[in-house]
DNA sequence: ACTCAAACTTTACACTGTCAAGATTAAAAG
DNA sequence: CTTTTAATCTTGACAGTGTAAAGTTTGAGT
């Protein structure tokens, strides 16, 4: 496991830090972390992680911005597989669960532990924002745009989708949580009531 | 902050951890929890909680139990109030929801870091199975019993509402969500529609 | 070739969980 | 009422943790 080098400099510390951090978390859980363990996984000592960050908090931060690329990135490429709008937001929202049942722990370690801020309101440009929800949220835009429901509205219904979608995976993911089916199906099943029941909304604003 | 006793036993020691590490952990967040600090706040030296609870892990799941029960009982009180089981069910949504805002700390507490077993498949004694959630299904029972679906579209139901009460109490303690309106509005919103398209099934079994 | 700042190491300290050995004492047994 | 016993609590130790300070190495720029 333990990483040897030739170089006093590694080159590459900080991005090998983050890497072999999430490895650890994805393979032993989030406890299992720490400092001393990653940087001697980099073949490195147990304080050269402070030429890159200030503090252990700040390493985990940039582990988490690196997954939730992932994680966007992931959910961004289901738009591409597809032109049907509908279609879309399903295959995203299998994406969202499947991400996370695919690696359990990353689902605590994002949103539990977490300084990543998401914000549910209007007020915020979207590239302050949590990209993953802005993501979503610009698909089930879409959709709505196609009704006549108040902007107020409209976000009151993303929010709504999107609780369901990160209560299922929540418990998608908890060790302890017996369910014999399968979590993604329940995902669909929410977005066809959802497209059944809103979307052909085309009377006045509300 | 730290306690002292005359007598050399501690007559309620294992109580004593237990109330006192919840109230650490509501305090001062989960990581601030230590056996150590446990233990000087109970007055007693760094090792004697060993004498209640084998390690750390088995303290925490006696914390947990504790809080479980609390729990419970907030959630069963709702039933008393009230004798409309529509009702019943809206008040223990809002209880539910209520009872992890205004203890944030312990909803990762119990739910991300937890031994808590919840089954949620139709195979387990209600007895051995995670006291708050069965409380939760059998109200929504009654109300579904008055329909006609059948015993699976019927817990399916149930585990739909669950999960979305789930994810929306998880967005709720989340530090860094930015979300305008009150949580508990949302739930309610939820079991109106809930209410509205589901309970009017008098048809043949689906 | 020299300088210097960034990257990394070493040493040190307080804090953590846990174990083993010992001290105290409440309760059971005589 | 003494004696025994076992539960409870203390002390001391050890490895592991995060982090600060001081020292070492080395690549890059003058």
Redesign the pocket.
């Known amino acids: 496991m333990e990483q040897q080098?030739q170089?006093?400099?590694?080159?590459?510390?900080?991005n090998a830090l983050i890497e072999t951090g999430i490895q650890i978390v994805n393979t032993e859980g989030v406890n299992?972390?720490?400092?001393?363990?990653?940087?001697?996984a980099c073949?490195?000592?147990?304080?050269?992680?402070?030429?890159?960050?200030?503090?252990?908090?700040?390493?985990l931060e940039a582990m988490q911005l690196f997954i939730t690329d992932r994680f966007s990135k992931q959910l961004e490429s289901t738009v591409q597989k597809n032109n049907n709008v509908a279609e879309i937001m399903k295959d995203m929202g299998i994406a969202y669960v499947s991400f996370f049942v695919e690696n359990p722990a990353y689902f605590q370690f994002l949103y539990s532990q977490s300084n990543i801020k998401i914000d549910l309101s209007l007020s915020i440009p979207d590239d302050q924002n949590y990209k993953p929800y802005i993501i979503y949220k610009n698909i089930v835009s879409k959709l709505l745009g196609q009704t006549h429901y108040s902007e107020e509205k409209q976000n009151d219904i993303i929010i709504t989708i999107w609780a369901f979608i990160h209560g299922v995976t929540s418990l998608a993911t908890m060790n302890n949580v017996n369910y014999d089916n399968d979590w993604r199906e329940k995902v669909i099943d929410f977005m066809d009531v959802f497209q059944l029941s809103f979307l052909n909304n085309t009377g006045e604003k509300i």
């Open positions: 080098r170089t006093y400099h590694h080159k590459d510390l900080r299992a972390f720490s400092l001393r363990k990653v940087a001697a073949g490195v000592s147990h304080a050269a992680p402070y030429s890159h960050f200030q503090n252990k908090e700040e390493l």
